[in-house]
C-alpha cells in the first residue's frame, strides 16, 4: 500500500520525505499539497501484478506463463484487499471526498482490469486500440 503511494508520489516530480509502516499503519510524506493521484492510488494500481506484467517485457519467453500466473494470483489478491481496506472512513478515501474517491476509484479499477484481463488473454498489444475505440462510442 505505501509503496503505491511512493511510486504515485514520484511519478507526480514529489519528493518524497518519510516513509514507515508498522503492523497496525503506514505512512508517506511527500512535498507538496494533498494529491488525489498519490492518495488514491494504492485503491486501483496492484504494484506487484503491473510489476510482473512490466517483467514479461525482459524475460525469456518460456518464463511468460508461469509470470502469467503470478499476475493473475498477484491482481486476485489485490482485488480480496481492495473489498476489505476500501473503507469511507479511511484516511485517503475521506480525504479526497467520499463520493469523488468512490467515483474515481471504481473507474479505474474497471481500467486496471481491462489491462489485466487483456494481458492474461495475450491481447495486451490491442489494448490501445480498444481504448480508441471506446472514446469513439
Known sequence: HEWTHVVFALICFFKI????VTRKRGVTKYTGQRNWLVSLSP????ITSISLILLTLIVKESALQPISYLVALSYTFFLICLFQDFKLRNQDIAGNGKLFSTLVVFQLNIVSFIIHIFYLQ?????????FVKMLEV
Open 17 to 20: 520525505e518519510g516513509f514507515s
Open 43 to 46: 485503491y486501483f494500481y496492484s
Open 122 to 130: 495475450g491481447n495486451l498489444s490491442y489494448l490501445g486500440t480498444f
